[in-house]
């Protein structure tokens, strides 16, 4: 009976001590614990439990096998919370370098797009001016606080573009990422923000440049 109430006790104490730090929402913090729990566990059960074994080779032999089961199972944490960092940063760039292919992709296509609709086959102007050509496809598109909408199609995307220029030589569309983080955390955006990763798409008779203001 003594054995199932320390078995037992021992199995809540530890669930108890894992669950605590539940609503941090680290699970790393809840591993340390249920860990530090097992370890005050094993420590008792060793020291009320096993101190009644006679045979002094039989305790050497169990607590040789507590140590070693503890300094592995630190060992195995230590290197899964290693790993598990390094994975999350990793993921961490891969989804920086994501948003910010798909910010240049989305301002670089109505771009591009404008400057092919300029010009005609025979490379006579097919629109009067760069700002006519941009707004005879996607003047639907923008907003009244100069938000363009290009590409949504229902979607939710962690960017935004907004028209910033639409001259006669020249269609500058702003990026703004809702996601990252830019160099100046003091920088106003173009949409009133601070802080963001902002690049701008200009372009010109030449072609289209890019220029990271943030």
Not at 24 to 52: D, P, Q, R
Not at 62 to 69: E, P, R, S
Not at 119 to 136: E, I, K, L, Q, V
């Amino acid at each position: 009976m003594k054995r199932i109430i320390w078995l037992s006790g021992g199995i809540l104490f530890v669930t108890a001590a894992f669950f605590v730090p539940g609503s941090t929402g680290s699970v790393w913090f809840s591993i340390l614990l249920g860990f530090i729990a097992a370890v005050v566990y094993l420590v008792a059960l060793y020291t009320y439990w096993f101190k009644n074994i006679r045979s002094k080779s039989a305790r050497i032999g169990i607590l040789t096998t507590l140590l070693l089961l503890t300094i592995i199972s630190a060992v195995s944490s230590v290197l899964n919370y290693s790993s598990g960092r390094s994975q999350a940063a990793m993921l961490a760039t891969y989804r920086k370098n994501i948003e910010i292919r798909c910010l240049h992709s989305y301002i670089n296509e109505p771009l591009l797009y404008t400057l092919a609709s300029r010009y005609d086959r025979d490379g006579h102007a097919g629109y009067r001016t760069m700002a006519a050509a941009f707004h005879s496809k996607y003047d639907s598109l923008i907003t009244t606080d100069h938000e363009f909408r290009y590409g949504e199609n229902g979607k939710i995307y962690t960017w935004k573009i907004y028209v910033a220029k639409a001259h006669a030589d020249s269609v500058v569309l702003v990026g703004e990422s809702e996601f990252l983080k830019g160099s100046d955390p003091a920088f106003r955006n173009f949409s009133g923000d601070k802080g963001r990763y902002q690049v701008e798409g200009i372009l010109t008779p030449k072609g289209v440049q890019y220029e990271r203001t943030n």
